[in-house]
């Protein structure tokens, strides 16, 4: 195998092992050359590298003028709620952490702030445990009809386990006009 090409080699026609090797040119090696120095790596380790997420969407009409409400995180067609139903818990597959939450509102108004709570019903003390938040605003002029804005959570307070039960909170402050729709788009990091 010495004398022959990688370009001669027989074509693995299958998805690797977790322990096949595959040889790479680590070029912050120059031990063997100025352009790099090969080596092996296991498949593992390849497909491993970069951050993986889950993502989650859901969306709400909104018919209260209330401060705070859950959103619908199930994908069922249901509008917000003052107390955590079915359909305002997401069941997660796998341990993660909620990294971020992007968000599109209709009709908000000036001086309008929004803030989001993280939830998790599988701790103590209680079933809807506030594991914190992310805020928003005061919304700008331009921002009175429609607008989007993301929110930061990646931090270990934010961290799920797998089957974990959370939900998404509301609270809305600094107008009593009502919010027409609210969709939004998590993303979890797999950990």
């Known amino acids: 195998m010495a004398s022959r090409k990688i370009s001669q080699l027989s ?34 380790n390849l497909v491993g590298g970069g951050d993986q997420f889950l993502t989650y969407s859901g969306g709400a009409y909104i ?14 067609s249901q509008i917000e709620s003052s107390v955590a139903q079915w359909y305002s818990r997401l069941a997660l597959p796998a341990n993660c952490r909620l990294y971020d939450v992007a968000v599109i509102y209709q009709r908000g108004s000036t001086g309008r702030t929004i803030n989001l709570s993280a939830f998790d019903f599988n701790n ?60 939004f788009s998590m993303r979890f990091l797999l950990t």
């Open 124 to 183: 103590t003390p209680g079933p809807d445990q506030n594991l914190g938040s992310s805020t928003n605003g005061p919304l700008a002029a331009t921002d009175a009809s429609y607008g989007s804005l993301v929110f930061n959570f990646n931090t270990s307070d934010f961290d799920y386990t797998s089957s974990s039960q959370m939900s998404l909170g509301v609270t809305l402050a600094g107008s009593t006009t009502t919010v027409l729709g609210f969709s």
């Open 11 to 44: 074509e693995l026609a299958t998805t690797p092992a977790a322990d096949d090797l595959i040889q790479v040119v680590d070029v912050s090696d120059t031990t063997f050359g100025a352009s790099g120095t090969n080596k092996k790596i296991q498949y593992s």
């Open 63 to 76: 018919s209260s003028t209330g401060t705070f409400f859950y959103l619908p995180c199930s994908g069922a």
